[in-house]
């Protein structure tokens, strides 16, 4: 393939979790697109995906990523009925939005079971695949709260820095193997299910998805929530050979969000002083 050429992953076979619907199911479209043959799995299946996933050959199948024994038979299967695994995206996740006084037992079980303890034993059940292909991609979708932890949801966001930690320990692990594992780490993205559900939940849904989008300074330079399928383009480039060298790193794909604090929205992005110096996105130049 030229430096040029589009990606192609004709002969891969990927597994996707939380394959339905938002990041998950713009990776199984782009993937499968991309050449590779995609299988994913869910708590449920979407009757609306049916069409195109038949069209584009994306194989469904339920499962709860909270049961080691589902994961693992779905991850059997699919190697079995490709003869092969060569990507695992573990992309299944909930959020968890409450204070610590609020948290119970069942909640920190649901988060940490679905967000971490899946992705972990994922890895696990992929990586003898992996390995008996010589190698392959392992990408696991966090969150910028697993690089800059966040004050309203705790638990969620060290289910999502556990997981980062996850992603580069077993990167330095497997690379004897030719297994990169790296992580995206996303938000604030549109069309997802967590973001329909915190949209759901609000009283006033436009002023909550202004706020979502002010948190991140390119989504509120741009008046828009980052898409399910920007997220894709950057798994896609991690699960290809173009990314043969790339393994323990963590692509922020979250407008900036995570870099620190932002310029104020109160200052304008361009801006004459009295003394006639020009100011860039609030800083004199």
Same mark, same amino acid.
């Given at each position: ?5 589009p990606?192609d ?31 994913? %799995? ?7 995906n ?5 069209r ?5 199948? !339920?499962?709860d990523?909270?049961s080691?024994s589902?994961?693992?038979?779905w991850? =059997? ?7 092969? /695994? ?7 996740g909930i959020g ?13 079980d649901? %988060? ?17 695949y ?13 969150s ?5 932890p ?5 638990v969620?966001s060290?289910?999502k820095?556990?997981?980062?930690g996850?992603t ?16 995206? %780490? ?5 069309? !997802?299910g967590m973001?329909?559900?915190? /949209?759901?939940?609000? !009283?006033?849904?436009?002023a909550t998805?202004q706020?979502?989008?002010g948190?991140? &300074? ?9 898409t399910?399928?920007e997220?894709?383009?950057?798994? /896609? ?10 393994t323990? !790193? ?12 932002? &310029?104020?929205p /109160?200052?304008?992005s ?5 003394d006639?110096?020009?100011?860039? =996105?609030?800083?004199v130049?």
């Open positions: 393939m030229s430096p040029n050429s990606i992953l004709t002969g891969k076979v990927a597994a996707i979790t939380g394959g339905e619907s938002g990041i998950g199911r713009a990776t199984a479209r782009r993937l499968a697109l991309a050449g590779a043959r995609v299988f994913v %799995c869910d708590r449920t299946l979407i009757n609306d049916r069409p195109e996933f038949e584009l050959g994306i194989v469904s199948q !339920t499962c990523v909270r080691v589902d994961l693992e038979s991850i =059997h299967t699919a190697a079995q009925l490709a003869g092969r /695994l060569d990507i695992l995206v573990n992309n299944a968890m939005t409450r204070p610590i006084e609020a948290v119970s037992e069942q909640d920190w649901d %988060c940490l079971d679905i967000n971490l303890k899946a992705a972990f034993f994922g890895c696990k059940f992929a990586i003898p992996l390995r008996q292909a010589g190698g392959g991609s392992i990408i696991n979708t966090a910028n709260a697993g690089i800059l966040r004050a309203h949801d705790p969620y060290i289910s820095l556990a997981l980062v996850l580069k320990s077993l990167a330095l692990c497997h690379s004897v193997d030719r297994i990169r594992i790296n992580a995206v %780490c996303p938000g604030p993205v549109g069309d !997802t973001m329909n559900a915190d /949209l759901a939940r609000a !009283t006033d849904v436009e998805r706020q979502f989008i948190a991140s &300074p390119l989504a509120r330079a741009h008046g828009r929530m980052i399910p399928e997220v894709a383009e950057s798994i /896609l480039y991690l699960a290809s050979d173009a990314a043969a060298m790339v323990g !790193t963590m692509i922020a794909i979250d407008g900036g969000k995570s870099l620190g604090v932002p &310029p104020s /109160l200052m304008p361009r801006h004459l002083v009295t006639g110096t020009r100011m860039k =996105h609030g800083f130049d």
